[in-house]
């Protein structure tokens, strides 16, 4: 289907081409007749006339036309090697296509045509047509896919499917580890979206018009969690879940330009539909028969925007935004369990909606440009606000627990009452900037948000923000800022009751007043004091030589949170250098830090233990730090005449994630997690040498080895029954060595006199 | 609500309105960024830009800007090179080498500010209609530090490099590291690039977004997750965010902490969201951190639109 897709589009691009070829064709022979050289007609090169050589633009067809072949070589199939690009082989070759060609008419008619990995899964083409400053023609194709898994493997017949069955000789039980799984079948989990995209826009006066349209499909094997039964003895299995989604979106402009104003409108419409809107499977346990779960449902989106911005004296120019949404959805509901009837449903549809209004301005200014002392004081305000309209009905849901027998009791605290959330967002932000020595500017700002939402905790939160900062740049010596950041977040009174009264209708029993701890804070809504230092030096000491330090730094505190998350602090530190002593030589190195603390606090109760919600020694502390290296290195060199060029580079990621813990006496002594760790090396080189001015031969090879352990996926197989209540899928265990050799061929149509890249930017 | 709005767009009907009889607010001040040049006058129609600037002139003309302004200007060189330049009469007809030097507007030698109202002369519109103002406009970034117009280095868009993050890791750095994660957005093999989701030139949205908010970026691509569902989780309603790192991750999915631990930040109601799962407990309550962890059975955590799904489950 794919490649039916490329060949269709690669029809429609030559053949809008060849619409313009044979215009090209008859006056490069015209051209050649007259002189010329005929091989500017077979190869679309230019003609070199004293007066081409003085016109800007030159008439013909340039660029370049690639061809490739390579091997890969790993030592197992790997998904995680191949993750976007499909080469996943244990031994594979491939070859590739790429170009980028332009054609110009004198008359400014133009046809440019690009193509990426042509003959791998992460192809891309892109076609424009047109006439410069006057009308275009887009069209493009993109296929992304992403290789999840290779080493998964599943209890079920039919994956690929949306119904899942045993096989036969599979013995069903109450727990997992009852369950007898005679075989389990291989299944590979991938992805791809492919995406069509057509445009056209036109430029009459002062006013530009455009539409574009995007035909997307998403098809392939993900993971899914799937639980049969709810609490108590709810029991869950990993299905392969069949995805088949389309998204068709349309943008349609009208922009008008001016140099003191500019306006544009913009309407865009996203349709998205869901081919699969839910997935059954037959219950490996014996508590319930069979399971469905819902996909995501199909919708529509519409979106109305406009922006608009003025110049005005001093510097002024005020810009905004006013933008309209809404999306809607209204699928069937499925009813409460497998094989009942949607007659026990309050209502039969979501009739789910929800609007966005957005308005935002923007100022800036250079006030008192007619003052000697404060001419270069730079003034900037932005205001914005941000709401969402939640419609969707408020209903009460009565389901079947266990998903068997009869509806629950009208008490029962699993009867559940839907909240349509909302929130609305107002911010103003003030800033001034203001030179106070040659190149070194002083900055100051001030921020406030308020945020308002419905059904949850805290109603309202407002946050005051300070920033302040110093840049500079010395005389082309050395340049750096420092940038300091201090927020604090408050907000109305932490009030539990909201979200539970809202959920629970008056008349349900539930075993606690509360769904949570009482002295939990979520932490998006949580007060909050956050401070944030970030720092960029760089220093030249030779015009050859730059050395580069930038470090980041960032601390949430949450201090008003018994439970919940406390305390959340990040930073990154990168070292760089930098040696290119001429136009041949490029060294660099960089180095990166990086560092993630977060603490967070509990306390474990249960409802069969009477006090244990207030008793301190349940009480639990989680510590988690995840830190990571990165190191990168490389030259890129050029030798004989710069026809040859040698492109090196060596890459190493190592990332370590630990999670520690205290406890009170209660709990015991709590152990530290395995640490959850990933490291890859990856060596490339690249080098390319010059055969003539039409002609460039590439070889390239790189090697990646990738090294991982994560306790949740490690030796974890579907027949081990080795997980509690869970039925898992994936032994993902994606280490890897892997090489690739590659080699090609350049044409270059219309060889330029100096190629792209090597001249001295000015 | 309504007054309020009706507020905002009367201001922004008056201001466009002012701007339309607001001369020269907008344009380029030659004599006052070059004194040399206030004199001067365009040259129209002369070639004898070539005679010393031939090599940079045919890498301009590789690129779309020259094709462009070919069209928008005409086939006369100067007239393409004024515009950038300023009035040449005085370069081109200076008594000395050192007079003729000095008397253009050379992008080397004028402040950030005024490259950039060069640049603006004709991108204030579309994707760079938020600059003035925005966050890289008062950080003291110029159009250059990131395209580079006389040459095709890029496919698109004018970068200083074929690669167009090289752009961005110019400053931002710790994304450079970012991205080597084992779990990380297709962004270092291609096939997105930080312009995917930023507009770095500015915007109603948030860290320079393209949306008016994280989730309205995200659901660029996540169309699944736009829809309004019965049940809705409100934090991811509100802000992807909350739970995902999107420049990398060492966790599946990108989130920014392991589940159970994640979900446990805002979760800690009776029995399991509640207890402390630590090493003691890898295999006796691996359900909990195993395989998908929460997600084994929560599944839906991103919202469901069924019935019995109040818990996300189906």
Known sequence: ????????????????????????????????????????????????????????????????????????????????????????????????????????????????????????????????????????????????????SSTSQTIFNGAGTTSLTLPSGFTKAASTALVRIPSVNNVDLSDTRDATTFGFSKIVGNEEYGVNFKHETRTGLKSLGAIVGASPGGSAVILPEFMDQVVNELQVSVAHGHDNHQIRFDYFMSMFDNNNKSITWESPYTTTPNGLISRPPSSQFHRFSLNGG?????????????????????????????????????????????????????????????????????????????????????TTFTPIVNDTGAQVAATSSDVARNSPFDYSQDQLKLDASYPVYKATYVSLGYDSELMQRSYREVSKTFENTLRAGVRSNLDQIASGNVNFLYGDKIGDRYNQSTVFDARHPAGTVTSFPFDNLTQMQRLDIANRERKKVATNLSYFPTSSVTLGINH?????????????????????????????????????????????????????????????????????????????????????????????????????????????????????????????????????????????????????????????????????????????????????????????????????FGAPKASSGEQEQK | MIKKYTAILIFVALMISLGSFVANAGEVDWGAINPKQKNASSVGDTKECFLCHQEYIDSFGRTKHAKIFQAKYGKELAGTCEKCHGPLSAHLNGPTREERYASVVSFKKIPTEIKNKICLQCHEKGLTMHWAGSTHDRSGLSCTNCHYVMDRMSRQKLYIDEDPKKACFQCHQGMRAKMMKTSHMPVREGKLECASCHNPHGGPGPSLLKGTTINDTCYNCHQEKRAPVIWEHAPVRENCANCHDPHGSNFDKLLKVRMPYLCQQCHSGNFHPSTMYDGSKVVSSAQFMRGKACTNCHSLIHGSNHPSGSFFQR
Not at chain 1, 365 to 384: G, H, M, N, V, W
Not at chain 1, 698 to 712: K, M, P, Q, V, W
């Open chain 1, 1 to 148: 289907m794919t490649r039916l897709k490329v060949i269709g589009l690669s029809l429609i691009i030559f053949f809008f081409a060849l619409a313009g070829f044979p215009v090209f064709a008859a006056e490069q022979a015209k051209d050649a007749e007259e002189g010329g050289d005929i091989s500017s007609v077979l190869v679309g090169g230019t003609t070199s006339s004293k007066e081409d050589d003085e016109r800007l633009v030159k008439e013909g067809l340039v660029g370049d036309f690639t061809l490739g072949a390579g091997v890969v070589g790993t030592n197992v199939r790997s998904f995680k090697f191949g993750e976007y690009n499909g080469l996943t082989g244990k031994s594979q070759g491939f070859a590739v296509g790429d170009f980028d060609l332009s054609y110009n008419r004198d008359d400014f008619y133009y046809t440019d045509m690009q193509a990426e990995n042509l003959g791998l899964d992460n192809r891309k083409v892109y076609f424009e047509a047109g006439k410069y400053n006057d009308f275009k023609f887009t069209a493009g194709f993109d296929q992304t896919p992403q290789f999840t």
């Open chain 1, 310 to 394: 003025v110049n005005l004296p001093y510097a002024t120019r005020i810009t905004g935004t006013a933008e309209y949404s809404m999306a809607l959805q209204n699928e069937d509901l499925f009813p409460y369990a497998f094989g009942t009837s949607t007659a026990l449903l309050p209502t039969s549809t979501a009739n789910a909606e929800i609007q966005t209004v957005h308005v935002s301005l923007n100022g800036s200014s250079k006030p008192f440009q007619e003052s000697t002392i404060f001419k270069d004081l730079f003034l900037t305000a932005k205001y914005r606000h941000h709401q969402t309209i939640n419609n969707t009905p408020i």
């Open chain 1, 552 to 748: 980041n730094y960032m601390v949430d505190d949450y201090k008003q949170s018994v439970f919940g998350l406390s305390h959340q602090s990040s930073q990154d530190v990168t070292g760089d250098i930098n040696y290119s002593p001429d136009q041949s030589l490029n060294l660099f190195l960089f180095y990166t830090y990086e560092n993630g603390v977060a603490e967070q606090f509990s306390r474990n109760y249960q409802s069969n233990i009477p006090g244990s919600d207030f008793d301190p020694n349940r009480n639990w502390t989680a510590n988690s730090n995840n830190i990571f290296h990165t190191i990168g290195v490389g030259a890129k060199a050029y030798f004989m005449q710069k026809k040859f060029s040698l492109d090196t580079k060596y890459t190493y990621s190592q990332g370590v994630s630990q999670v520690g813990f205290a406890a009170g006496s209660v709990l015991g002594t709590p152990l530290g997690m395995p640490d959850v760790t990933s490291q890859i090396h990856r060596f490339e080189a690249k080098g390319k040498y010059n055969y003539s001015r039409e002609i460039t031969l590439g070889l390239s090879y790189i090697y990646e080895n990738y090294r991982s352990t994560d306790f949740a996926y490690d030796n974890a197989t579907a027949a081990t029954n080795s997980v509690n209540s869970v039925i898992l899928l994936s032994n993902s265990n994606p280490n890897y060595s892997g090489h690739i050799g590659f080699v090609s061929a350049t044409y270059h």
